[in-house]
């Protein structure tokens, strides 16, 4: 039976090819997710969902560059702080990409021609739905124009022009799947209630609707073209995956149910409408099954399956994209944990060389048959037809090569119907979305070249510790975000410690050990929201701890180093400084006067105090409005950067109790900190933009006018919820940004000059941290294997020493390059002198040991040459036959005259007779 359906058909023969490995896109790291859609695909870009922690990433990779080509990761759209559950190219713009979350968002993204860094900026955002956005789809008629189903049982019809919703129909049950018809004027829907229903939008009105698969999994639906027929995939009851046929003129029964098989994954339908070709892919399966469609009974005809990888979702590229000059009549990719494959469906023809027009009918143009605006104002039209161009399809006939469409167009007729009359206004960012050029068919266009910015430190390397040389058994405090977790001078590191009165533990960094079940701990009485060890007075066996309470004291203490190692609490303070009204939000140690204590609270004061004398020196009171988040020092101390709750950064000088600079830094609700460039004139700050996305941005504190002003820089980092900690160090100039609850510290080098921050790589692991801290003297790094900085990584129950060095050829010779003069840890002046109005700059050290000479000093290497030419001597080229026949003749002569000695000696030997 199966074969007498084929015996007409000019698909019966159709082949799926997969094509080559070193064709595929490989390397790549794919989201995890069973039910959304992972993949979409224009001409010219394939959009994948990316696996991210936090968020959701789309990674984009160009159509005609296959191949592992991207390290560590593609250029990614940080698209959503939640799941993305769908994504899909306008059919009229293949830069334009929509993009659907869990956070009910609807994005769009204009994609550049040449995608060389992320995005992290949409082109609009459409918000209007509730709750979780399940389903999106572009309108095949019009421009701008789509439709989204979610879970708060609602149906939107967007202009894009606009921005807003035009249409918004209540469906009572949650859409899982959508499908226009063949004229754009109605859609299918599949709902998680099991119903299929057909609605027009225009009108606000549910045309049909009928149970559909009464399987417990969401069913897809897809409107099979001009056949006025639609399919869905589902399960029945008895979980069969199954298929059903059903026309949309009346659904009370189906026209066709067939079982597949009993798989579990969903059935993903695709449809070619000018072959009338149906490709049906599962998810989790290794085959895609192939049918041609016809209006009437069978429905659908079986041709073929292809069997290749596991695939997790699959997707079809543009019928005007296809290689004519190798037969293709589709390709589809197919994308699973690590790599995407396209896959090839070919028909088998003698000759290539003649267009096989038969194969190849008028297929929908890249031109829109309605603007949004006439759509919404009730007209009709079948989608706008062209034809392809064969003479530029059978020449450029390369693996890759993408068809250019014929300048004709053929319109086909349209219906008008009276619906709403809403005006619209059109957005200049927009306007260009249903234009397409075509590039001249013989144009030479220059390829693009994009350089690697070169740099000394590109190489750096982070180097963990075993579990047994870290710091365990730690039983850290579960602490708000806001609150620092972690610090260190170098000598020691506190962290808070589980229990009820304020509890920090404090332990040397001499060697690491593991930490006794009741250890000996600072209890200061009431809650601790900030801590800081004190850089300069630091002996072999007195720490000086400060900490901020909720009740607005400021204890310092005087800390033995062996407190750890006992089993009894220090509750004996040295100084209860005095002055906050409210809870102290924050406490930091100048970096170069001694003794001198900075302090901010929820009464909105800045206070500066000497601990030596256990007074306050200095006061800016209503500095700030908000929680204090971050706290940093210009490079001589003069002045201090603060970052607040209510988005705020404030430069302050508080010896004259000023404020000189106060401006937004970040749109996002969570948390920011900074990080002073030392004497750069620049401030870094981190946090979070408007759409959730991790950012970084790059201040010139010279450009600003004193109350608004805008970054030189603002980097996307990545979308993930954990707040990000900048750590700076000044002598190579290298930030290191460690996020909450990643298991990555990502490193970038900071330059004086665009693009002003350069990304270097990262030290993975796969211990999410809880914060990181930064040792801040090298006057005991490891000078002679190039170690830079070293990292303190606390997690919830360890602190892990991370070395991080740079690798070099020439280690007997100081690398004066990378170790300029550094901090020595010695104050340069006191706290009395610094309330006073002295400045001074921080007390320098070399860190070259004696006895090593600078690399900068050292002989040049010079390298002889492997192979020697002389450009003037001549290859005697005539003798070349008699030097070769005169070389084999000595040898010849060689081996008899080693014949002859071993004949005489043979005959001169003993006679066997004499043997006895």
């Known amino acids: 039976m199966a074969s007498r359906w084929q015996q007409g058909s000019k698909y019966r023969w159709l082949q799926a090819t997969p094509f080559k490995r070193e064709q595929w896109y490989t390397d790549l790291n794919i989201s995890t997710a069973t039910e959304n859609t992972l993949i979409a695909v224009s001409s010219e870009q394939i959009a994948a969902v990316w696996n991210s922690t936090g968020g959701g990433s789309v990674a984009l990779l160009p159509v005609n560059q296959p191949g592992k080509r991207f390290q560590p990761t593609p250029p990614l759209i940080h698209a959503h702080s939640a799941a993305i559950t769908d994504l899909v190219f306008s059919p009229f713009n293949n830069q334009l990409l929509a993009t659907a979350g869990e956070d009910a968002a609807l994005k769009l993204w204009q994609i550049p021609n040449v995608v060389d860094s992320n995005i992290t900026t949409p082109l609009t955002v459409l918000t209007g739905h509730e709750r979780k956005t399940e389903a999106i789809r572009f309108n095949p008629t019009a421009s701008n124009v789509l439709a989204s189903g979610s879970d708060d049982k609602s149906i939107k019809i967007w202009d894009i022009e606009t921005s807003t919703a035009r ?90 149910t067939t079982n597949i098989d009993q798989s579990t994954g969903t059935l993903i339908p695709l449809f070619d409408n000018d072959a009338k070709l149906l490709y049906l892919g599962g998810k989790g399966d290794n085959t895609i099954r192939f049918f041609e469609v016809v209006a009437d009974k069978p429905y659908l005809k079986e041709l073929n399956n292809s069997i290749s990888e596991q695939q997790r979702d699959i997707a079809l590229l543009p019928k005007l994209s296809v290689d004519i000059g190798e037969v293709e009549i589709d390709r589809i990719y197919k994308i699973n944990a690590t790599s995407i494959i396209p896959i090839r469906f070919t028909v088998p023809r003698k000759t290539k060389i003649v267009f ?26 079948n989608p706008r037809l062209c034809a392809f161009n064969s003479r530029a399809n059978i020449t450029n006939s390369g693996s890759n090569a993408a068809s250019s469409t014929s300048t004709s167009t053929t319109s086909t007729s349209s219906t008008t119907s009276t619906t709403s009359t809403t005006s619209t206004i059109s957005s200049p960012a927009i306007s260009s979305y249903s234009s397409s050029t075509t590039e001249p068919e013989n144009e030479y266009i220059p390829k693009e070249i994009s350089l690697q910015r070169g740099s000394r430190l590109k190489h750096i390397v982070g180097k963990g510790t075993k579990k047994e040389a870290c710091f365990d058994n730690i039983k850290l405090f579960s602490a708000s975000a806001d609150m620092p977790s972690i610090k260190t001078n170098g000598k020691s590191f506190a962290v808070p410690w589980q229990g009820a009165g304020g509890r920090v533990a404090v332990v040397s960094l001499d060697r690491p050990f593991r930490l006794p079940d009741t250890p000996g701990l600072v209890e200061c009485g009431s809650n601790v929201f900030d801590f800081d060890l004190s850089p300069f007075n630091i002996n072999d066996n007195i720490q000086t701890l400060v900490t901020g309470c909720e009740d607005g004291h400021i204890k310092v203490w005087r800390v033995p180093l062996d407190l750890i190692t006992q089993k009894k609490n220090q509750r004996e303070f040295a100084i209860d400084l005095i002055g906050h009204s409210r809870k102290v939000t924050s406490v930091n140690f100048h970096p170069i006067a001694e003794n001198l204590l900075f302090s901010t609270a929820f009464d909105g004061s800045l206070r500066i105090w000497d601990i030596t004398r256990g007074s306050e020196g200095l006061v800016v009171r209503d500095a700030f409005q908000d929680l204090v988040q971050s706290i940093t020092f210009e490079g001589q101390g003069s002045l201090v950067a603060i970052a607040t709750k209510d988005r705020l950064t404030k430069i302050i000088d508080p010896r004259a109790g000023s404020i000189i600079h106060s401006f937004e830094s970040h749109q996002g609700a969570k948390g920011i900190r900074l990080s002073w460039l030392e004497n750069r004139q620049k401030l870094i700050s981190v946090g979070f933009s408007k759409t959730s996305d991790r950012e970084l941005k790059v201040w010139d504190l010279r450009q600003m006018d004193g109350s608004l002003s805008s970054p030189i820089i603002t980097r996307s980092i990545d979308v993930a919820s954990g707040v990000l900690t900048p750590l700076f160090d000044a002598g190579i100039g290298v930030m290191f940004l460690a996020g909450r609850g990643d298991a990555n510290i990502s490193y970038y080098e900071i330059l004086d000059s665009e693009p002003w921050v350069h990304s270097l790589s990262a030290y993975t692991s796969t211990a999410p941290q809880v914060d990181v801290a930064m040792i801040p003297y090298k006057t005991n790094f490891d000078v002679r294997n190039v170690e830079i900085t070293r990292l303190l990584k606390l997690t919830t129950s360890t602190v892990e020493p991370i070395s991080f060095t740079v690798p070099r050829t020439r280690l007997e010779f100081f690398q004066d390059d990378i170790y300029p003069p550094t901090p020595s840890g010695q104050p340069a002046l006191n706290a009395p002198e610094w309330i006073s109005g002295v400045t001074k700059a921080p007390i320098l050290t070399s860190l070259q040991p004696s006895g090593m000479q600078a690399l900068s000093q050292a002989p040049k290497i010079v390298r002889e040459k492997k192979y020697k030419f002389d450009p003037n001597k001549k290859d005697d080229n005539d003798n070349l036959e008699e030097k070769v026949l005169d070389s084999f003749y000595k040898q010849m002569q060689a081996q008899k005259e080693q014949f002859n000695n071993f004949k005489t000696d043979t005959n001169n030997a003993v006679d066997d007779s004499e043997w006895d």
Request: aromatic share 8%; net charge neutral.
């Open 167 to 256: 249409f918004t129909l209540q469906l009572g049950n949650s859409a899982s799947s959508l499908s226009w018809s063949y004229d754009g004027s109605q859609l299918a829907i599949t709902t998680k209630e099991k119903k299929l229903t057909i609605i027009e939008p225009r009108t606000n009105a549910i045309v049909q609707s009928v149970e559909a698969h009464v399987g417990s999994k969401p069913a897809r639906v897809l409107w099979l073209g001009d056949l006025q027929r639609i399919l869905t995939t589902g399960f029945s009851k008895n979980r069969d995956r199954q298929y059903a046929v059903w026309d949309p003129r009346n659904l009370t029964n189906a026209l066709q």
């Open 356 to 381: 096989p027009c038969d194969l190849y009918p008028d297929t929908a143009s890249s031109d829109a048959a309605l603007s949004a605006n006439e759509w919404f104002n009730g007209q009709t039209s």
